[in-house]
Nanobody
Framework: QVQLVESGGGLVQTGESLTLSCAAS????????MNWFRQVPGKQRELVAS?????GTNYGNFVKGRFTISRDKNTLYLQMHSLKPDDTAVYSC??????????????WGQGTTVIVSS
């Protein structure tokens, strides 16, 4: 069973940069899609960036060229530049889909918190 562990979150000021990492415990070479999501308490989770063997690379509309998703062996990265207070959230990575019989499921990391001060 693959496990995902995020790191790299922290407190930064507006305009600064951060790089998040998502390390997989097992091989994710055959995983179709790796994604970064974010969620603010009380709000809906939103897709930040996606790296898919089927659909390529995609970003949320709010990214506007500031973030870059990449993958190196069993680690997924999210480089974030020009951070804004609105980027404050818990960022989580997701891998999948996996299949167990007829069931399709995704694996999530525990999340890493990014706080951008104004």
């Amino acid at each position: 069973q693959v496990q995902l562990v995020e790191s790299g979150g922290g407190l930064v000021q507006t305009g600064e940069s951060l790089t998040l990492s998502c390390a997989a415990s097992g091989s994710i070479a055959a995983v179709e899609s790796m994604n970064w999501f974010r969620q603010v308490p009380g709000k809906q989770r939103e897709l930040v960036a996606s790296l898919s063997s089927r659909t390529g690379t995609n970003y949320g509309n709010f990214v506007k060229g500031r973030f870059t998703i990449s993958r190196d062996k069993n680690t997924l990265y999210l480089q974030m530049h020009s951070l804004k207070p609105d980027d404050t959230a818990v960022y989580s990575c997701r891998a999948g889909p996996f299949h167990r019989g007829l069931t399709e499921y995704y694996i999530w990391g525990q999340g890493t918190t990014v706080i951008v001060s104004s």
